[in-house]
């Protein structure tokens, strides 16, 4: 059987904690994936030693990979491959997500919560299939271990806002959050999303409580381990925190459910935490109600079957097999954007 070539188009540094999993799947059937950084959104420190980076477009089309993957909303068309999207988060509320930007031929979906919309979009466009896979990102997180951050026995508590401006909750926390480090009847670990505005990564940087510790690190995994409550607002680590039957409590979210335990005000922030370690059966149940929708694969096989489901493809071709759109406009801002020309 001859090698196939695979590709990982990123332009952002939360890719890698997406990809790699998929990788390691790759790489243990025999096959080879390089990786293409699009823009200046990545910090190619994060690469490792035996990851591949291809440096310029003409030696990707050379390339020529069977297949690319696709964690953000945008592959030009004149790269080879099949072009699989394979999603940069579970926040399947926020807007843009249903979005069809005729440059997929596959969509790989985590769960119901999102598939039927996308079988409904494949079935009217006629050019992209949708196959539900799971989430690649989500392979590792039910067998990652968590560190013992504190050296006691109190709750822990992880605080990670999204960094859009109109919906993350850090300005409106500070003061509260403050408060409540303050009275030490927590752990608390912030971990801020790498968009995050930087005068409030700054001033949250100012506070210094031996219960509260600030982290960047790339992957979340063993954070939300680690966790017993997750604090958030619109943030799509909401959904992964939630496959792990644990109580999310948010601020201002912009679709709140009877799975969140979800406040208007910073000042309801307390009885909030309270509420979330009382564990009730009610919430308990609509959490995981709520995760067998939006994830219902706990087995680390999402990449298997996402390299299977391309396989198939490949094989046999698309049951959608209506071409993408030619979207000349689309196109040709992408080559600008890349400077590619020929």
């Keep these: 059987m001859s090698l196939k070539r695979y590709l990982f188009y990123i332009s952002e540094n939360y890719s890698f904690e997406i990809l790699r999993p998929l990788q ?10 390089k990786w293409f950084i699009s823009g200046n959104g990545v910090n190619l420190t994060n ?35 099949l072009k699989v999207h394979v999603f940069h988060g579970l926040e399947w509320k926020k807007k843009g997500h249903f979005t069809i930007r005729e440059c997929f031929d596959l969509y790989c979906t985590h769960g119901a919560a999102c598939t039927g919309r996308f079988v409904e979009l494949a079935n009217k466009h006629q050019f ?42 850090a300005p409106e926390l500070f003061d509260e959050l403050q408060n409540l480090i303050n009275k030490d009847n927590y752990n608390w670990i912030i971990k801020f999303h790498p968009k995050m505005a930087s005068e409030w990564v700054k001033k949250y940087h100012t506070l210094h409580f031996e219960n509260l510790k600030i982290v ?40 709140p459910a009877n799975n969140l335990i979800d406040i208007s005000k910073a000042s309801d922030l307390e009885s909030s935490i ?27 096989q999402s990449s298997a079957r996402i390299l299977d489901t391309v396989d198939d493809i490949l094989n046999n071709g698309k049951k959608n097999n209506k071409p993408l759109p030619l979207n000349l406009f689309r196109n040709l801002k992408q080559r600008v954007k890349l400077k590619f020309w020929w």
């Design 128 to 169: 992209f299939d949708v196959v539900e896979t799971g989430w690649p990102k989500l392979d590792t997180l039910f067998t990652t271990k968590a560190t013992k951050h504190f050296d006691n026995d109190k709750p822990n508590i992880l605080y990670a806002p999204t960094f859009s401006p109109s919906l993350t909750s």
């Design 216 to 255: 960047a690190v790339d992957g979340i995994n063993e954070l939300l381990q680690w966790a017993d409550i997750l604090l958030s607002d619109t943030s799509s680590v909401i959904g992964e925190f939630s496959l792990l039957g644990k109580p999310v409590v948010t601020l201002n979210n912009s679709h």
């Design 47 to 81: 690469l490792k030693a035996n990851e591949v980076v291809i440096d310029n477009v003409k030696e990707l089309i050379n390339y020529a990979p069977q297949a690319c993957f696709i964690p953000g909303n945008m592959i030009p068309r004149f790269i080879p491959g």
């Design 24 to 33: 390691s799947e790759i790489i243990s059937r025999g096959d080879e994936v």
């Design 274 to 300: 309270l509420n979330a370690l009382s564990r009730n059966d009610q919430l308990t149940e609509a959490i995981l109600d709520y995760a067998q929708q939006l994830h219902p694969y706990k087995d680390g």
